[in-house]
């Protein structure tokens, strides 16, 4: 099982990034998927994730509606569009799975992790 993140960068205030994240030896199609944040000093919050079991989406209040996670069946790949970035989104952006209906507020239900890619968004 492998995740790997894509698409992270330097943005100004106001501006939008498209992340992505690519799985490999398994499927997002039976797995629960999200997307994490880990600001410098703080711990790891769950941004958005999509159920495994009836692929209902959870936005963290912090994104939502800035926000959108989607998935490409064809593609075995999650995207996260990100607009309206502020500084307070600077951090790590790491796409997580877990096959067994992980909870978007437990970072540690999900057992499988990419390597995580760096958004810096600047005043």
């Known amino acids: 099982v492998q995740l790997v993140e894509s698409g992270g960068g330097l943005v100004q205030a106001g501006g939008s990034l498209r992340l992505s994240c690519a799985a490999s030896g398994f499927s997002f199609d039976d797995f629960g998927v999200g997307w994490f944040r880990q600001a410098p000093g703080k711990e790891r919050e769950g941004l958005a994730c999509?159920?495994?079991?009836?692929?209902?989406?959870d936005y963290a209040d912090s994104v939502k509606g800035r926000f959108t996670i989607s998935s490409d069946h064809a593609k075995n790949t999650v995207h996260l569009q990100m607009t309206g970035l502020t500084p307070e989104d600077t951090g790590v952006y790491y796409c997580a799975a877990d096959g067994f209906a992980p909870r978007c507020e437990y970072a540690d239900e999900f057992d499988y992790w990419g390597q995580g890619t760096q958004v810096t968004v600047s005043s």
């Open positions: 999509i159920s495994s079991t009836d692929g209902s989406i």
